[in-house]
Every structure is written in structure tokens, then in C-alpha cells.
């Protein structure tokens, strides 16, 4: 990582991989050469450009001077690039990025069109990364002598972290920005049916971006598959609940409001996602234990310091 080196950058950065799998590729350059390509001016920015320059309350803004100015093909470059490189300045933007930053770029599409017809490329560029079988779990690290690098033995050095998240994360940010540009687009059936392609034609790869599609999948009411996924219903509550515990800490530690925003809203949506998984099964225990789990969330949610961070782009959650 280009700019994450303290402690608490680390530990975010483990957090975000952990959840989200929000980081580039090692062979980077493929799709976003080809997300490059559909632009009239794309951008690039100085080589001296640093993190705080690239911070999502400074570039936006630099941006939307743009497009108040009608320079909407130099706007709309911006808007490409940010959304393809910020994880290699700082990936506690991952979240905001999925989030906040699709929604301005929707805002800017109702003015200039052609922003989202460049957002649907981008969508299908990734698509057919999948459909095509070319898109990787991870791509291993060697060491000079030829040996695969383990990573628990030997954890990366300061200037490794990139190199780390990448290796690990192999292509899944790929299908993570499919779900987010659906999400925005309204669109319901892509990520969905290229996750049923995948379940059919690449279960290793089902189950790495399984984490992305299970609103969708829940959503659908194919609570089949979902069960499948979540075959153990105590160890994906706890999951939530440990994700939870996280965000709490990280409003005690007062760390970047729309990051733990964007957090939050991902995990509380997975939550209640389990939950209507877990009342499907409509046996006792599980209708018993569903209702624990609400409890829980529910007591969660109505605590003071957590409430000024229920909301994602204007809307209460």
C-alpha cells in the first residue's frame, strides 16, 4: 500500500480484506486498461499525487468543480480512475468508494449520460472477466529462490502491503464493484446470474465472493442456495457479532466517519440477511434463535454513540 503504514492503517486494512476482499489485483492493468479505453479523456494523475490529494472529501469535490464548469469528460476521467486506483493509496476507502462515491457518480450521471453508459462498460468489462474463467483466486508470491512465499511465517514488511492484499484477494474486487455498480444501476439479475453461473461452473470461486452476493441471493428468495452457503447459522452470527464489536471500537477510537459509516451499513445488511436465512429453516430452534439474533442487533442499533453513524448517502438505516 502506497500510503498505509501505522498500525492502525494495518489493522483496517486486515479488516477490510477479511470482510471484503476490496483489494487490486496483482496482474492490475487488464480491466483497468480497459475501463481506460471507453474514455475521451481519461485521467492520470502527477506522479507526486499522495494520499491526502486522492482523500475522498478532496478529490470529489475537486471533481464536481469540474463538472459545474461542464468539463464532463475530464470529470467523468476522474471518476474512473478514483474508482480504479484508490485501494493503492489507501483502502479504507474501499467501502466509500462502493458507497458514497457510486452514488455521486449516479448525481453526475443524470447530468452527463454518458457517465453511466461508461459505468455499465466497466460493470461488463468484470463480468466477462468471470464468465470468460480468467479470473484468479490469488496469485501466489514466490521468494528469489523459487519458493511460495508464506505469508503467516513471514508477514509483509512496510513496503509489502500491497503486494500482500493483492496476492490474497487475487481478482474478488472485481466482483465486488459488479455488486456496487448493480447495486446503484438498479439492476437485480447481473451479479445474481453470474453468481448462479459461477455456483454451476466455478464453486471455488462461488464460495470466495459468496460474502458479496448474499443480499442478492437472500433478496431473490432463493433461500436454497443460501443455506448452502451458510450451513452453520451460530458460527455466521458470530461472525456478525464479531464484526460488530469491531465497529464499536472503531466509534470509540473515532476513526473516519463515512468509512465506519460504509462498515457499518455493509454489516448490518448482512445481518438482517441472516436473519431471514436463519427463519427460512422454520423448524423451533432456528425461529428461536432468528429472534436472539434481532434482539441482539436491534440493542446494538439503538445505542447512542452508534446512531449518528446509521446512515449511507442521506438515508437512515
Keep these: 500500500m502506497k500510503h498505509a503504514n501505522s498500525p492502525q492503517k494495518r489493522w483496517i486494512l486486515l479488516l477490510l480484506l477479511t470482510a471484503f476482499a476490496f483489494s ?75 458507497s458514497f462515491f457510486l452514488a455521486d457518480w449516479m448525481k453526475f450521471a443524470r447530468v452527463y449520460p454518458e457517465a453511466e453508459k461508461v459505468l455499465r462498460a466497466m460493470r461488463d468489462h468484470r463480468v466477462e472477466l468471470f464468465k470468460s474463467g480468467k479470473a484468479q483466486l490469488t496469485y501466489p508470491v514466490y521468494n528469489a529462490d523459487g519458493s511460495l512465499r508464506n505469508w503467516s511465517k513471514n508477514p509483509p514488511a512496510e513496503t509489502e502491503w500491497d503486494l500482500f492484499f493483492r496476492s490474497c484477494s487475487g481478482d474478488t474486487v472485481y466482483f465486488s464493484d459488479i455488486t456496487g455498480i448493480d447495486r446503484v444501476l438498479g439492476d437485480r439479475k447481473t451479479a445474481y446470474e453470474l453468481f448462479l453461473y459461477l455456483d454451476q461452473n466455478n464453486p471455488p470461486m462461488a464460495k470466495e465472493v459468496w460474502t458479496q452476493m448474499r443480499e442478492k441471493v437472500i433478496a431473490a428468495g432463493n433461500m436454497e442456495l443460501a443455506q448452502k452457503y451458510i450451513p452453520d447459522f451460530k458460527a455466521e452470527w458470530k461472525s456478525v457479532t464479531d464484526g460488530l464489536a469491531q465497529i464499536d471500537a472503531a466509534i470509540k477510537a473515532k476513526e473516519y466517519k463515512l468509512a465506519v459509516e460504509a462498515r457499518l451499513w455493509g454489516l448490518v445488511t448482512r445481518a438482517k440477511s441472516a436473519i431471514l436465512v436463519f427463519r427460512s429453516k422454520q423448524d423451533a430452534p432456528s425461529q428461536a434463535f432468528a429472534d436472539r439474533c434481532q434482539a441482539e442487533l436491534d440493542a446494538f442499533l439503538a445505542q447512542e454513540q452508534v446512531k449518528p453513524y446509521r446512515s449511507v448517502g442521506g438515508k437512515i438505516f
Design 24 to 98: 487490486g489485483p496483482l496482474r492490475a492493468g487488464t480491466i483497468e486498461d480497459q475501463d481506460a479505453a471507453v474514455l475521451k479523456k481519461p485521467y492520470r494523475p502527477p506522479q507526486t499525487v499522495s494520499a491526502a490529494e486522492l482523500n475522498y472529501l478532496v478529490f470529489v469535490p475537486e471533481t464536481k468543480k469540474l463538472i459545474e464548469e461542464k468539463k464532463y469528460d475530464e470529470a467523468l476521467g476522474r471518476f474512473v480512475w478514483w474508482f480504479d486506483h484508490i485501494h493503492e493509496y489507501d483502502a479504507a476507502f474501499s467501502g466509500v468508494k462502493g
